[in-house]
């Protein structure tokens, strides 16, 4: 299995994916105040739909005008490029393309989330400021037939907008979640309930979605069925398009401004997130507001966008040119490694009806073979063109560049856009014309480079072309052959998969390093999982130097034996140096694998891979993709890794997901990487798992792998969260509106009703069998690092503190996840927990306010607890919040919590916890100022004298994100 004592070993060199911070195909830039390269992309399960198309260009123009008003006269659309299945017609006006863009697009067009259904959503995976992955948006959403979607969800291209702000600036929505007690619909203040908001004067009315009456829960949380229903016509705010962008009055974002007054006191995840920083603050942050680019438009100016129509071609696999270094540094072991790797992409990976050019380059590029279609009948000579010895020369990667766009032209006038140049290269450049001068012929012709750095010495400037071009980039170490080149394969097979639909790709579950490395070592067995979605094309791969030193056995569900008499089976002991095994139609179930050693006179390494491709496109498998934050860093810093783990659009749950992080010296270094909404996490149960790195020991390259395994606890949940829009609230009926009274902004504690019963939070997640899955994540650079660096990497932001109940006696239940030392790494020194009547002192001075220590505990402890752990703590608040001339019978005290580390480093971060201590709450009558509603005063009088029995509870509540935390209930007395 993955996770056996053999993992230790696994990978000490390593090829791997090195994803840029935008991980889309292509970078959206600014020009003239306008955007251009933003990339629309229609699903290949979308019937064709002429209108489809027209819709979508109508939903831009209308929001570049509604961009351009939001962000003060700045921004809007200019350019966009709408990608179409390569099923549908072929038309004069499309332009054929050579890449399959869905998967790489900044707005995806795809059925509906279950989570949303077509309401707009952002996948949004990274912190306060960091882009977005992807908009998506659903086929009704954009046809809005009949007026259907904006009846629902307001005016679509003020949501696009909405959407657009979370993709491009990183803001966070501002409006409250249904059942959240983080981010909760509704907060107490002062004896009053508001409705959480950017801006705190919006009036309205609220109901329960039924129709009835809304309820507190104990703890002080108002029900997730309770909603607030603005007044959509007769509001006088302006802010924010990040709260309910439908209310018209709403054309841009909170501010500092009067009229648009950012609200601390808000329990909102833009709050929490961005350190209670406006969302203008945010946005006028970004690189696009750097300079003063207010500008006076026309309206017809801001809708006169250029689309382009493109439709990916029919080619089965896509047009490829291997780029080849064969300099004097290439001399030896790295030209042999590279190529015995590119004859396995040629004879083995590539997909028939792919086109293939092959160059090499030193001091000058050449071209081997021309632009050439895939067969079995080419393959051979192909393959026999790969330089297999260096020429001595230096190091013109700009001229080999420029001669692999030439060989994508292939001498004719047509489009090469999306086709890909596979460039492999161990120095950096020393002859002209170098890189920078060949990007601008890149861009105007729009091919990506994916670029594999040999070793530490390839040139740096690798990682900006492939960024730029909407590329990848691999790095490979091993260049003196000790090991199998399984990671230089990867590469390769990246670079023709990813090109494809991403429903069509195949499925890597295991990828993995098998050692006999003691004599009397003869004998080892693997057992792998093959999901019921998957079978098609499955693919052993076992490589090895010594590919006679053992013998190998594969053993289905069934039992049947494939070994290397079976007719699935080729070997090569020479040039390949590989063993595979291709079964077309692989069962589902448990595969056993054996390796008997034949050689004992030396150690023996293999590499055994396993990838296989779904047999139902309609029946997606689970897949995994992981990435990383950044690709360079200077130290001081961190790296955050990203495993996304998902069905389609819905999240694997309570997976066990490790990184392994191999460094420029010495041991590997595993991390946990998890789901819960704190750490380096945004987004709790979302299928997105997340950890930082802060285990630096040198200079160089550090590559990561994540490992996907489901350990008995892993689910399938329903759809998967994200940023996403809300529905218009509405008045459930016309009684219910005559009843409700005047709009206002706060309500009185008398309009809910008070209940003790608890309300079923289960999520709708059902278990699933064995999973195995591994990713190639990435790699990333660190410089400056010093071996008695100082430490700088502060604890990690406790951003998710809650108070969850209080009594009359004055005590409050608050729980938070601790963070680490450095980041999420480490026990902290220490732990402070501050409170105030004023957020504004907490947020401005945290040291000016109230520090509670161990006299104040009643149950628990301040002690710090390991990473990842939930605290949970009773505390007394002081007499002096409570002054004994002071009449008020509902005081609103806010907490927050921050770590410090042993060398005095602080914890930059922390949210706002607010606990309402309301001494009348029991036996408390109706509102008289308020139309009398008979149903909550009846239930609410009910309620009342059962609550007079017994103490008020301090409700623990078991978090969805806490799932393996089992605790007991901690009463407040």
């Known amino acids: 299995m993955l996770f056996n004592n053999e993992m230790k070993y696994l990978r000490h060199v390593h090829i791997l994916l090195i994803f840029l911070p935008f991980l889309n195909g292509s970078l959206i830039d600014l020009e003239d105040n306008g955007y251009k390269g933003i990339i629309v992309a229609i699903k290949n399960t979308i019937s064709e739909d002429a209108q489809l198309i027209e819709n979508i260009k109508e939903l831009f123009r209308d929001a570049s005008a509604f961009l351009h008003k939001a962000t003060r006269g700045q921004t809007y659309f200019k350019e966009v490029t709408i990608a179409i ?18 998967s790489s697009a900044h707005v995806r067009i795809d059925k509906p989330n279950p989570e949303y259904g077509d ?111 603005p007044d959509m016509h007769h ?54 507001f750097q300079k003063k680019n207010r500008t006076t438009r026309q309206a017809d100016e801001l809708t006169e966008i250029l689309f382009r129509i493109v439709k990916h071609g029919n080619l089965e696999g896509g047009r490829f040119v291997l780029v080849l270094d064969v300099s004097g540094s290439m001399n030896g072991q790295p030209i042999q490694l590279l190529h015995q790797a590119a004859t396995r992409f040629v004879e083995d990976r590539i997909p028939d009806g792919s086109y293939l050019g092959i160059i090499q380059f030193s001091t000058h590029a050449q071209v081997l073979y021309p632009l050439t279609k895939v067969t ?17 020369g230096t190091t013109a990667i700009g001229k080999a560049v420029e001669e692999g766009i030439e060989v994508l032209k292939n001498n004719t006038d047509d489009s090469i856009e999306g086709g890909v140049i596979i460039l492999i290269t161990d120095g950096e450049e020393n002859v002209v014309p170098f890189i920078k001068e060949k990007i601008p012929r890149l861009l105007k012709e729009k091919v990506i480079v994916n670029t594999v750095a040999f070793g530490n010495l390839a040139s740096d400037k690798l990682e900006n072309l492939t960024k730029i071009t909407g590329g990848k980039g691999f790095f490979f170490g091993d260049l003196n052959g000790t090991r199998p080149t399984s ?16 429903d069509l790709q195949p499925v890597k579950i295991v990828d993995e390093m ?24 499955t693919i052993f791969t076992f490589l090895s130097t010594v590919i006679n030193g053992f013998e190998m056995q594969i053993y289905d569900p069934n039992n049947k034996l494939y070994d290397k008499s079976s007719p699935e089976v080729s070997i090569d002991m020479n040039v390949r140096k590989r063993i595979q095994v291709i079964i077309p139609n692989a069962q589902s179930g448990q595969w056993t694998v054996r390796f008997q050693r034949t050689q004992f006179h030396l150690p023996i390494t293999i590499s055994m891979s396993l990838t296989s491709e779904p047999k139902d496109i309609r029946d997606q498998p689970i897949r995994v993709r992981s990435w990383l934050s950044d690709f360079q860093l200077e130290f001081p810093a961190h790296a955050k890794v990203y495993a996304e783990v998902k069905k389609g659009y819905n999240a694997v749950i309570n997976a066990k997901v490790i990184a392994t992080v191999e460094r420029p010296m010495g041991k590997s270094v595993d991390i946990v990487l998890k789901d819960s909404g704190a750490g380096a996490d945004v987004l709790q149960n979302d299928g997105i798992y997340s950890a930082y790195f802060t285990h630096f020991n040198g200079n160089g390259r550090y590559a990561v792998v994540a490992n996907v395994v489901n350990d008995g606890g892993a689910k399938l949940k329903r759809g998967s969260r994200s940023s996403s829009a809300l529905p218009i609230p509405k008045i459930a009926s016309k009684t219910a509106k005559e009843s409700l009274g005047e ?101 401005s001075n945290f040291n000016e306010s109230f520090l509670y220590n161990s006299s104040h505990v009643i149950n628990g402890t301040l002690e710090p607890l390991p990473p990842g752990e939930l605290q949970i703590v009773v505390i007394k608040v002081p007499d002096e919040f409570f002054p004994s001339d002071d009449n008020t019978s509902n005081k609103t005290v806010y907490f927050a919590v921050r770590a410090i580390d042993k060398n005095g480093n602080v914890s930059p971060g922390y949210n706002l916890a607010l606990a309402s201590f309301n001494f009348n709450f029991y036996g408390r009558k109706p509102n008289s100022n308020k139309p009398f509603r008979w149903w909550p005063a009846v239930v609410g009088i009910g309620i009342a004298i059962l609550l007079m029995i017994a103490l008020m509870i301090g409700l623990i509540i078991i978090f969805h994100r806490k799932k393996n935390h089992k605790f007991e209930k901690v009463y407040c007395e």
């Not at 398009?241 to 808000?266: L, Q, S």
Request: charged share 25%; aromatic share 12%.
């Open 85 to 102: 299945p390569s099923s549908w017609s072929n038309k004069r006006e499309y332009l054929n393309v050579l890449s399959d863009y869905f």
């Open 119 to 229: 309401a707009p959503y952002t996948l949004q995976t990274g912190g306060c400021g960091e882009p977005g992955q992807y908009i998506h948006l659903t086929p009704r959403f954009v046809k809005n037939e009949n007026g259907e979607i904006e009846d629902a969800y307001g005016p679509p291209a003020r949501q696009l907008v909405h959407e657009w702000a979370h993709l491009r600036y990183g803001v966070f929505d501002e409006y409250g979640i249904p059942g959240d007690p983080r981010f909760p619909m509704f907060y107490q203040d002062s004896g009053k309930m508001y409705p959480t908001s950017c801006i705190k004067n919006i009036k309205g009315w609220i109901e329960s979605k039924n129709g009835g009456p809304c309820y507190i829960l104990e703890g002080g949380y108002v029900d997730k069925d309770c909603i607030f229903i």
């Open 235 to 288: 509001q006088d705010v302006t802010a924010s398009i990040m709260y309910m962008p439908f209310i018209p009055t709403m054309d841009g974002f909170c501010d500092k401004t009067d009229e648009r007054f950012h609200n601390v006191r808000a329990p909102t995840r833009q709050n929490a997130l961005c350190q209670y920083r406006s969302t203008w603050n945010i946005v006028a942050s970004h690189p696009d």
């Open 376 to 392: 079995n009948q080419t393959r051979y000579s192909l393959s026999k063109s790969l330089p297999d010895k260096d020429d001595g």
């Open 487 to 502: 990671d230089l394969d990867a590469a390769f097979l990246e670079s023709v998969t990813s090109q494809a639909d991403i």
């Open 514 to 537: 098998i050692y006999f490395m003691q004599r009397n070592e003869t004998y080892q067995e693997r057992r792998i999982w093959i999901d019921k979605e998957l079978g098609k094309n």
């Open 743 to 843: 709009p206002t902004n706060s309500f009185p504690l008398d309009d809910f009703v008070f209940t003790t019963e608890k309300k079923d939070e289960t999520i709708d997640a059902e278990p699933i069998d064995h999973l195995q899955r591994i990713s190639e994540t990435g790699a990333f650079r660190v410089q400056n690092w010093k071996r008695k660096s100082k430490d700088n990497i502060p604890p990690g932001n406790i951003t998710d503190l809650i108070v969850l109940g209080t009594n009359p006696k004055r005590h409050a239940l608050l729980t938070w996840t601790s963070p680490g030392d450095n980041l999420d790494d480490g026990i902290v020194s220490s732990i402070e927990l501050r409170s105030d009547l004023d957020p504004e002192i907490l947020l």
